[in-house]
């Protein structure tokens, strides 16, 4: 059900940069645009249960290269 959630949010994302794309209204363009910040934000934290859950693999990170020059 998890997975389902976080596709129909990835649809949703897509949706907003589709109508940004077709309004020539530029203060709609804004609004969808911090819409489209709070619906990432959503996803991330369904991300992050589905991985703290085993459900999701977590995503390769980059390498820390802080700690790897102080070895």
Do not use: C, H
């Not at 129909?8 to 363009?29: C, E, N, Q």
């Not at 991985?51 to 990170?61: C, G, H, V, Y």
Request: proline share 3%.
């Amino acid at each position: 059900m998890m997975f389902l959630i976080a596709s129909i949010t990835a649809a949703g994302v897509m949706d907003f940069g589709i109508a940004i794309g077709a309004s020539v209204r530029k203060d709609l363009a804004i609004q969808y645009g911090k819409m489209m910040i709070k619906v990432g934000d959503f996803a991330d934290e369904g991300a992050k249960i589905m991985i703290d859950n085993d459900w999701l693999e977590k995503p390769p990170q980059s390498l820390d290269r802080e700690k790897l020059r102080n070895k």
